[in-house]
């Protein structure tokens, strides 16, 4: 049976009707309608409450093959023999040289955490990007007599303002960065996620594919015209103030398409590191830690070159010029060191 057989048989077996069954999963009766049409698809939230309102695993309701017989064998079997250490330490029983196991519960908790910060970050990102405008408005207006106050008053009100603004952003940053901290091996490691809960999320990334192409689309095309109030300034001639103000809509508009981009991005990213996808799949996590390593024995490197060089020349003036060379030569030597590897490893194959 499929899932939306499963919901209409294990309804029927509690004797339930569809706006009962609405009422208890808190939907409405024509969502409950289009899961047993099989027109649409719980989401993960709504799998996990039916699987407990029916008293039955994710796995029965999510595996196609898995008959209700089966599913209670295999909870009388869990019953009786304990959860193993390789499980609880976060690691599927069966297959644990495969990758860390990530239960519906947490990818769950996951999702619905980005959805929840995807807002705030976009709005850190506008912060930093209009933190500037009022820096530049003060100063326009400063120099062109439109503002009675001295420069340098104007730019030190400016420069606070620029201040508390990085400093918001930052703060929400790091609120973000600490909810879903516990969340970055999924960056990292190699993950096997339950059983049935990959097409769970394809599902659920179908359709959200739409709104995020017009997301993206409209905010690329938002950044582009951004510069539209720049190059409008010139009709009024070589007027500064009038050009301040074009640049400070631009950053305005910038911020704004960043924002939409960043605001669809984030959730997306987030299904796609669940289903190691794009820049989250198994081969290029294996060679980002590799190239964690690279770059944590280069930089120290160029620090001891930097420290010794200074030292001995005591020439502390000049010496800052070795962090921009050794980051314009960071990527080259990047590039000699993955090559050089992965042609060492295709002489040992």
């Known amino acids: 049976m499929d899932l939306a057989d499963k919901i209409i048989a294990l ?38 409450l039916l699987s407990e309102i029916f008293e039955v695993s994710t796995d029965y309701l999510l595996k196609d093959d898995m008959t209700e017989e089966w599913q209670e064998s295999k909870a009388q079997l869990a019953v009786e023999r304990p959860v193993t250490e390789s499980r609880a330490a976060g690691h599927h029983p069966t297959e644990e040289k495969q990758g860390r196991y990530v239960s519906m519960e947490e990818a769950e908790e996951f999702l619905t955490m980005k959805e929840g910060t995807a807002g705030r970050i976009a709005a850190g990102v506008c912060l930093c990007i209009w933190s500037p405008v009022g820096l530049i408005l003060l100063g326009a207006a400063c120099e062109t007599g439109r503002l009675a106050v001295s420069e340098e008053a104007a730019g030190g009100a400016g420069i606070i303002l620029l201040l508390f603004m990085v400093a918001a952003a930052v703060a929400i940053f790091i609120s973000c960065g600490m909810r879903t901290e516990k969340f970055e091996y999924l960056e990292k490691e190699v993950i096997e996620l ?50 301040a103000i074009g640049v400070a809509f631009t950053l305005i508009i910038v911020g704004i398409g960043v924002a939409v981009l960043i605001f669809s991005g984030v959730p997306w990213e987030s299904m796609q590191k669940l289903l190691q996808e794009g820049e989250y799949t198994v081969e290029k996590k294996r060679k980002k830690q590799k190239g964690d390593t690279f770059s944590g024995v280069y930089w120290l490197i160029i620090t001891a070159v930097y420290l010794g060089y200074s030292f001995y020349t005591n020439n502390w003036g000049r010496s800052w010029i070795i962090w921009p060379v050794a980051g314009v030569l960071f990527a080259a030597v990047r590039i000699v060191f993955d090559s050089s590897r992965q042609g060492s490893t295709g002489k040992a194959e």
Do not use: H
């Open 11 to 48: 309804r029927k077996k509690k004797g339930w009707s569809q706006e009962e069954l609405a009422e208890k999963t808190g939907v409405s009766r024509q969502a409950v309608s289009k899961w047993e049409g099989a027109q649409s698809v719980p989401d993960l939230s709504k799998i996990l």
């Open 194 to 243: 339950e059983d049935g809960m990959e097409q769970l999320i394809k599902e659920r990334q179908e359709q959200c594919r739409s709104a995020y192409m017009k997301s993206c689309i409209a905010g690329v095309c938002i950044c582009i015209l951004s510069v539209i109030p720049i190059f409008s300034g010139t009709f009024f001639g070589e007027n500064d103030f009038i050009f």
